[in-house]
């Protein structure tokens, strides 16, 4: 059966000379969070610069990206019209000598459609297209060689796509003649000064395109050199105090740990820890001495089937529960069973140890002392005791008889003899005492009046103040 005495829950353990360092009680919920707070700072910033550079190459490489269509497009485009300033010429060329009429026909179409595109192309250079994904912005060399002596290939453009057009506005049902005014021209034209314009252009869209592509790097090469730096001055500043705070805290927790394992095993007491289902957790040396288990073989076993017997699992299950529930802890007292099958008294301690986060109970930490002998003394002691106290009853019983008894001896309190009378009174200290008195007459004149003390008192002076009694009842018989 187990027997229960309410008590308060015992505080948990701290070492009397137990320090900020120790990490123990109140002190330890503080570092923890100290740390804690300092981790996250600290951590946080060291993302926020990273978060920052890696944005930085983000906008970087994309501008560079961006950079590089954009040139690639104008580049594209502006070559494309070399091209097609040499095609133009070739059609007409076509046009202007085919006989054949669906040749013929095949050529102004495409003259035509070299005119429209060039046409599309040059305002795109010019003036910028969405369409056609070119900028509304021109640099100042490119503005100086589209209008601006001596090349000014904006007014080469119009005026070469206005030959062609002209040229078509000639073309009828009869072939051009070779020496037509427009046609002598874009021979003329195309392959030689246009085309030297137009090469003009390309290469100088494509030294701008070089020097932004450069200029863009060498914002990368600083971005990545800022980087480099800045994890530098993250490691050296944030994560290398950082690692000495978390070394040392993790420390100070170790020698804790190591005193509160050192006192725990060299205690001359059972210590064995449960969680919420009643495994086993916790199982000091103590425990292994006592009960001949290992903590190897008991660790998440179940607390109440390896030790308890079947009697007293259920009314300990239920008190245990209560406790991680919320009600005070309790000292117990409660039979366990040890690997040999000997049963053992435990008197046990129990605190509730709470997580210091989300203070939600997480272990039952119980004490155990073994007073089996202790029980076996006192109920010895106690059986002693009962026995004692039936003997002295029956003595006290004895010694109000043989109080009765003596006072029975003695003669009547009112006496009247010769010469005397008077009233006698006998009070002892004790139930039986050594005083005596009595009186008689002899012949009718004479009274003889007995007053006695024996020594001491209790039985044995009853017994000679009855023995006295029987001798001066001898003399009055004898009349002397």
Same mark, same amino acid.
């Given at each position: 059966?187990?027997?229960?005495?309410?008590?308060?829950?015992?505080?948990?353990?701290?070492?009397?000379?137990?320090?900020?360092?120790?990490?123990?009680?109140?002190?330890?919920?503080?570092?923890?969070?100290?740390?804690?707070?300092?981790?996250?700072?600290?951590?946080?910033? *060291?993302?926020?610069?990273?978060?920052? &550079?890696?944005?930085?190459?983000?906008?970087?490489?994309?501008?560079?990206?961006?950079?590089?269509?954009?040139?690639?497009?104008?580049?594209?485009i502006s070559g494309r019209q070399r091209m097609?300033?040499?095609?133009?010429?070739?059609?007409? %060329?076509?046009?202007?000598?085919?006989?054949? =009429?669906?040749?013929?026909?095949?050529?102004?179409? #495409?003259?035509?459609?070299?005119?429209?595109?060039?046409? =599309?192309?040059?305002?795109?250079?010019?003036?910028? !297209?969405?369409?056609?994904?070119?900028?509304?912005?021109? !640099?100042?060399?490119?503005?100086?060689?589209?209008?601006?002596?001596?090349?000014?290939?904006?007014?080469?453009?119009?005026?070469?796509?206005?030959?062609?057009?002209?040229? %078509?506005?000639?073309? *009828?049902?009869?072939?051009? !003649?070779?020496?037509?005014?427009?046609?002598?021209?874009?021979?003329?034209?195309?392959?030689?000064?246009?085309?030297?314009?137009?090469?003009?252009?390309?290469?100088?869209?494509?030294?701008?395109?070089?020097?932004?592509?450069?200029?863009?790097?060498?914002?990368?090469?600083?971005?990545?050199?800022?980087?480099?730096?800045?994890?530098?001055?993250?490691?050296?500043?944030?994560?290398?105090?950082?690692?000495?705070?978390? #070394?040392?805290?993790?420390?100070?927790?170790?020698?804790?740990?190591?005193?509160?394992?050192?006192?725990?095993?060299?205690?001359?007491?059972?210590?064995?820890?449960?969680?919420?289902?009643?495994?086993?957790?916790?199982?000091? #040396?103590?425990?292994?001495?006592?009960?001949?288990?290992? !903590?190897?073989?008991?660790?998440?076993?179940?607390?109440?089937?390896?030790?308890?017997?079947?009697?007293?699992?259920?009314?300990?299950?239920?008190?245990?529960?209560?406790?991680?529930?919320?009600?005070?802890?309790? =000292?117990?007292?409660?039979?366990?069973?040890?690997?040999? *099958?000997?049963?053992?008294?435990?008197?046990?301690?129990?605190? &509730?140890?709470?997580?210091?986060?989300?203070?939600?109970?997480?272990?039952?930490?119980?004490?155990?002392?073994?007073?089996?002998?202790?029980?076996?003394?006192?109920?010895?002691?106690?059986?002693?005791l009962t026995e004692s106290a039936q003997l002295?009853?029956? &003595?006290?019983?004895?010694?109000?008889?043989?109080?009765?008894?003596?006072?029975?001896?003695?003669?009547?309190?009112?006496?009247?003899?010769?010469?005397?009378?008077? %009233?006698? =009174?006998?009070?002892?200290?004790?139930?039986?005492?050594g005083d005596y008195y009595d009186y008689y007459?002899?012949?009718?004149?004479?009274?003889?009046?007995?007053?006695?003390?024996?020594? *001491?008192?209790?039985?044995?002076?009853?017994?000679?103040?009855?023995?006295?009694?029987?001798?001066?009842?001898?003399?009055?018989?004898?009349?002397?």
């Amino acid at each position: 059966m187990i027997n229960r005495t309410q008590r308060d829950s015992v505080p948990p353990f701290r070492h009397p000379n137990s320090n900020t360092d120790s990490f123990s009680g109140g002190g330890a919920d503080l570092n923890i969070k100290s740390l804690l707070r300092g981790v996250w700072t600290r951590s946080l910033i *060291g993302l926020i610069l990273i978060a920052i &550079l890696s944005t930085t190459t983000f906008f970087i490489i994309s501008s560079l990206l961006k950079l590089n269509e954009k040139s690639g497009t104008i580049v594209n485009i502006s070559g494309r019209q070399r091209m097609l300033s040499q095609r133009g010429a070739f059609f007409a %060329l076509q046009v202007s000598t085919n006989t054949n =009429k669906q040749e013929r026909e095949i050529a102004i179409t #495409k003259l035509a459609a070299v005119a429209d595109l060039m046409e =599309k192309s040059h305002l795109g250079l010019t003036e910028g !297209s969405d369409e056609l994904g070119l900028p509304n912005a021109m !640099s100042d060399a490119i503005n100086a060689l589209y209008y601006n002596a001596p090349h000014e290939l904006d007014k080469q453009v119009q005026e070469y796509i206005k030959a062609i057009r002209a040229l %078509l506005a000639e073309v *009828g049902s009869n072939t051009v !003649s070779t020496e037509s005014e427009q046609l002598k021209y874009i021979m003329d034209v195309a392959p030689n000064r246009l085309l030297t314009t137009l090469n003009l252009a390309v290469q100088q869209y494509e030294d701008e395109a070089n020097t932004e592509l450069q200029n863009t790097l060498k914002y990368e090469r600083i971005v990545y050199i800022v980087t480099l730096l800045t994890l530098l001055m993250e490691a050296l500043f944030i994560y290398r105090p950082l690692v000495n705070r978390v #070394k040392n805290t993790t420390r100070a927790f170790l020698r804790q740990l190591q005193f509160s394992d050192s006192v725990v095993d060299t205690s001359q007491a059972l210590i064995i820890g449960l969680n919420k289902t009643g495994q086993v957790k916790l199982f000091n #040396k103590h425990s292994e001495v006592l009960t001949g288990w290992q !903590s190897s073989q008991i660790i998440n076993e179940d607390f109440m089937a390896a030790f308890i017997p079947h009697h007293e699992r259920d009314e300990l299950t239920s008190v245990y529960q209560g406790i991680f529930s919320g009600e005070k802890a309790t =000292k117990l007292e409660t039979t366990l069973t040890t690997k040999a *099958g000997q049963d053992l008294t435990i008197e046990w301690s129990n605190t &509730l140890l709470v997580d210091p986060e989300t203070k939600a109970p997480s272990l039952l930490l119980a004490t155990g002392l073994d007073v089996t002998q202790r029980k076996i003394h006192n109920e010895a002691l106690q059986q002693a005791l009962t026995e004692s106290a039936q003997l002295g009853s029956r &003595l006290q019983e004895e010694v109000a008889h043989a109080a009765i008894l003596q006072k029975a001896l003695l003669p009547e309190p009112d006496f009247k003899l010769p010469g005397i009378q008077g %009233l006698a =009174k006998l009070t002892t200290s004790t139930e039986v005492g050594g005083d005596y008195y009595d009186y008689y007459q002899v012949d009718g004149c004479h009274s003889v009046f007995l007053v006695g003390d024996v020594s *001491g008192h209790g039985v044995a002076s009853g017994t000679l103040v009855s023995a006295a009694k029987m001798a001066v009842h001898q003399l009055e018989n004898l009349k002397e």
